[in-house]
């Protein structure tokens, strides 16, 4: 039971963390229909921001828990900033000027941005996985249990909580700007009649960049949650978590926030249980196979409209 | 962005320049802390190395570059016409010839006058040179392309050329056959042939499921890595544990068929859960299921041998003649003198007809009904259900088919390199076979033959930029940004020709007389 316990915290962790991501496919791909291949490599670029901000401002496990997370704040700012930097360069270079064109097109591009994206950061920073020590530790024990072979302690660790408050809050935040903000309304109805969307005076180039800034923040976000909890990245990274991201978002609904993130809490509790009860190696092939189902027998996700098919 | 003449060049100019000072800060945001402070571990701790030098460097070409985009293409000052822009391009292509040519005679002979001057000047005239013909051709064509002569010349040309455009493929085939035997041709490029030829099977044989029957599949490599694995396995455990060693030199032509056979039977077992899909959700189906093949070849160790690979995969023989240095080998039997560069020639030949059994094949399916429900499955496959062609049927052939040459091909590149290894199966492969059948254009053979021999080309090239190596610092290796340079190609080229390098088609029934369609017409196909 503890152990049940202790790997549901493990993946709702992870699946924050999916979901965050799944949020930026979700929301670029309700928007012009394509999926941005290279939104798994702006995850990774965000956490090795994370990590040279880190680095610079000379941050250390021994500084005070208050001060600690004030300059993850300021990590985080950093890191948003730069990645959306990234992603809507991305977004003008590969993705606006095949706009409309054949369908191929954007998607060979956006392979290549992926590749782009994945060498830059192997070549610039070196291939080796960068390792750090954690910055944040300590925690809370939820259970406590003493059998015939030692001890056995659930425990919910302050990373884990912050991880989970904080992909709360953001959910909430976003959720809201969708629903409420005149930014939202013109997202939601670029995603539903672009060329309407345009007669109506929305500048639909300008909502399509803040979507693909807003996407890139939580992205950012994101890979400072990741690099904080599991204490070492690579540049390749960012291929896994973005497949598994993107069958969290189908999972969930495409096009519904909501829904990304729910279906972000499935692929994380799949993968975790799988590890945990079944086998390590072809945890990969759990959440793959766990996407062809949902994608044969739910194509329109748990939260999402059944999709009719104009003839 | 249209090319103003406004009055108001004061103006005008404070918006470039503005617009230019933004480009430099994007740029900055984006290279400043990946490439500007590097962490490395010297002692195992990470710290950060700050090189703004480079990140300087970087962000002012890439605002001079932008400025110059603005004067000469986009905002040009009102003085400035085509005329004069085409004629700074050919200058500067002049320029670039006249540097290359001298950077290269004053490398390393007696007229190295410049290398006396400062010993790296006569690489950095070279690397001026390649820079200054690429952009003045680049400013002379899209110069050209503006005026309406510029454009009728281009046409004219284009029309001059078409007509022998059928006898490149010919020439191209020629040129093919006779390769090894062409004075001057050492292994090297019998090698480099070799892995042309391979991709060019691989690119017709996706060419079958996403150019002609328009279903994206990302996941190419998985077929290749079943035929690889199968033969390899085949030959190496299981056909002499089932009828003794003697098989050995056979294996190769006894397994072909049966790794072919395995390989079409995953691809039709991946062709049954992703009937229902489109477009991207395809893509990505298909991409991760390339993918579990390639943990399953890691993880299950006792069957593939895990990330060690399997290695002394038996080569291939010339119809049970081993090519070995003995009186029962290859050179004996003929009579020649024995040299190891029999066998490559040997393997070259195998792929070059395996590549046009793949293309004869292809040819004769396109006009079978097979291939016309697969083309019209591309054009659209609501009206193929509705004229009754059984969808499910043609989507499953075409997936079985296109794996069943990948598997060929995996079956090839295994007794090539007589080892083989998970490493080679990753989604990077899938990706290059794709780039290779879209840039050579969805549907066209000759295309995927041209994009394949452009791409590898210019990936073998990387290895022999020795310029480039002279003026960079130390360390600079051209080989590890190879993969860097596909990406960039990638985009870059989807934006300049996203229809691929052939823009012409044969339609495969035509009613009174065949004319070529502009590819423009095919359709890309959803899956």
């Known amino acids: 039971m503890e152990y049940f316990l202790e790997q549901l915290i493990n993946g709702i962790t992870l699946g924050s963390i999916y979901g965050l991501i799944a949020i930026g496919y979700t929301m670029v791909y309700g928007i012009i229909g394509m999926i941005n291949f290279a939104h798994g490599d702006i995850f990774m670029v965000g956490a090795f921001i994370s990590l040279i901000a880190i680095l610079a401002i000379g941050l250390t496990a021994s500084a005070s828990f208050a001060l600690l997370l004030l300059a993850l704040l300021l990590v985080l700012a950093i890191a948003m900033i730069l990645a959306s930097a990234y992603n809507w360069t991305v977004e003008r270079v590969a993705y606006r000027p095949l706009r409309g064109s054949f369908r191929l097109a954007p998607l060979i591009s956006a392979i290549g941005m992926s590749i782009v994206l994945q060498e830059f950061v192997r070549i610039a920073q070196g291939g080796r996985p960068k390792p750090m020590p954690a910055l944040i530790s300590g925690g809370v024990d939820l259970v406590h249990t003493t059998t015939a072979q030692g001890e056995f302690v659930v425990r919910l660790s302050t990373m884990q909580i912050i991880i989970i408050v904080t992909t709360l809050a953001l959910m909430a935040l976003f959720t809201a700007l969708i629903t409420r903000t005149s930014l939202g309304r013109a997202q939601r109805s670029c995603e539903q009649d672009m060329k309407m969307a345009s007669l109506l005076g929305i500048d639909v180039n300008k909502t399509i960049s803040i979507t693909f800034i807003m996407g890139a923040s939580l992205a950012a976000v994101a890979g400072l949650m990741f690099f904080l909890r599991y204490g070492v990245i690579d540049f390749y990274i960012g291929f896994l978590a973005g497949v598994k991201a993107f069958t969290a978002a189908v999972l969930g609904g495409i096009g519904s926030i909501p829904g990304a993130m729910l279906g972000g809490l499935v692929m994380g509790l799949i993968e975790v249980f799988w590890s945990a009860y079944f086998s390590v190696e072809y945890k990969d092939v759990a959440s793959f196979a766990m996407l062809a189902v949902v994608l044969i027998f739910l194509p329109q996700g748990l939260l999402g409209k059944p999709e009719v098919e104009k003839v | ?527």
């Open chain 2, 1 to 527: 962005m249209t090319a103003s003449s406004s009055a108001h060049s004061g103006t005008d100019f404070n918006r470039i320049l503005i617009d230019v000072a933004l480009t430099a800060l994007i740029a900055f945001a984006i290279l400043g802390p990946i490439v500007g402070l590097k962490t490395e571990a010297p002692q195992g701790g990470l710290v950060l190395q700050q090189r703004w030098g480079w990140v300087a460097s970087f962000v002012a070409i890439i605002a001079a570059g932008r400025l110059a985009l603005h004067l000469l293409v986009w905002n040009r000052p009102s003085w400035v016409t085509p005329q004069h822009v085409k004629r700074w391009g050919w200058s500067a292509m002049a320029v670039g010839v006249a540097a290359f040519v001298i950077g290269l005679i004053t490398t390393d002979s007696p007229l190295g006058f410049l290398a006396q001057i400062h010993a790296q000047l006569p690489a950095w005239f070279v690397a001026f040179g390649v820079f200054a013909f690429l952009a003045g051709a680049w400013l002379a064509y899209s110069a050209a392309s503006e005026t309406v002569e510029g454009k009728a010349a281009q046409s004219g040309f284009v029309q001059a050329v078409e007509p022998y455009g059928k006898y490149f493929g010919v020439a191209l085939l020629v040129i093919g056959v006779l390769l090894p035997f062409i004075p001057g041709v050492d292994r090297r490029i019998v090698d480099l042939g070799i892995l042309m030829l391979t991709y060019v099977m691989l690119g017709w044989g996706l060419n079958i499921v996403v150019g002609l029957a328009g279903l994206l599949d990302l996941g190419y490599v998985a077929f290749y890595a079943v035929g690889a694995y199968s033969y390899a396995l085949l030959a190496t455990i299981y056909f002499p544990l089932w009828f003794g060693d003697g098989i050995t030199p056979w294996s190769f032509w006894l397994v072909l068929p049966l790794a072919g056979l395995l390989a079409g039977l995953w691809g039709i077992i991946l062709g049954f859960p992703v009937l229902r899909l489109r477009g991207d959700y395809l893509a990505i189906v298909t991409l991760a299921f390339g993918e579990i093949i390639r943990v399953i070849l890691i993880n299950w160790y006792d069957f593939t041998n895990g990330p060690n690979g399997i290695s002394d995969i038996p080569r291939p023989s010339f119809f049970g003649i081993p090519f070995t240095n003995d009186e029962n080998g290859f050179a004996a039997t003929f009579g020649l003198s024995y040299s190891p560069i029999q066998r490559i020639i040997f393997l070259y030949y195998v792929i070059l007809v395996l590549a046009l059994i793949t293309n004869f094949v292809t040819m004769r399916l396109r006009r079978l009904p097979i291939g016309r429900a697969w083309e019209a499955l591309r054009e659209d496959e609501i009206a193929c259900r509705s004229l009754g062609i059984n969808t499910t049927n043609t989507k499953l052939t075409a997936f079985a088919i296109g794996a069943m040459f990948g598997g060929f091909a995996g079956s090839f590149f295994a007794t090539r390199q007589g080892f083989v290894s998970p490493e080679s199966f990753v989604f990077m492969e899938s990706a290059i076979i794709l780039a290779i059948v879209v840039l050579g254009g969805l549907g066209s053979q000759i295309g995927v033959v041209i994009a394949a021999i452009v791409v590898i080309g210019a990936f073998e090239l990387f290895r022999e930029l020795a310029f480039l190596k002279a003026i960079m610092p130390d360390g600079f290796d051209p080989a590890q940004y190879r993969m860097l340079a596909v990406g960039i190609a990638m985009v870059l080229i989807m934006r300049w020709r996203p229809r691929g390098l052939v823009t012409k088609r044969d339609p495969s029934i035509f009613l009174k007389e065949k004319k070529a369609v502009s590819a423009d017409l095919v359709a890309q196909g959803h899956g």
